[in-house]
Nanobody
């Protein structure tokens, strides 16, 4: 089992930046693929970004490419999401996730709210 705890989100103006962090505990000896998903009000959860176990490979959904950067520090068991040039449509609850499977991500954090004002 892996437990994921996100840092506090926040309120930011459009065009601003925010950094989210997630700390993993439990079976962290296994270097899971990790990522971030989000759920906006009235919408389904969507994938945002993921990073390989060693951190050498990343992938982003088109809407955040060039604005968001995912990274990880395996020595500290953390994964981060640097969000720049934020837009009101980035407003959502952001979830740290780990260990993707054919049925979705196996581990989820509790979520943290990010609100971007126009």
């Amino acid at each position: 089992q892996v437990q994921l705890v996100e840092s506090e989100g926040g309120l930011v103006q459009a065009g601003g930046s925010l950094r989210l962090s997630c700390t993993a505990s439990g079976r962290t000896s296994r270097r899971y693929i990790m990522g971030w998903c989000r759920q906006a009000p009235g919408k389904e959860r969507e994938f945002v970004a993921r990073i390989s176990g060693a951190g050498g490979s990343t992938y982003y959904t088109d809407s955040v490419k060039g604005r968001f950067t995912i990274s990880r520090d395996n020595a500290k068991n953390t994964v981060s999401l640097q969000m720049n040039s934020l837009k009101p449509e980035d407003t959502a609850v952001y979830y740290c996730v780990a260990d993707p499977s054919s049925s979705g991500w196996n581990y989820w954090g509790q979520g943290t709210q990010v609100t971007v004002s126009s």
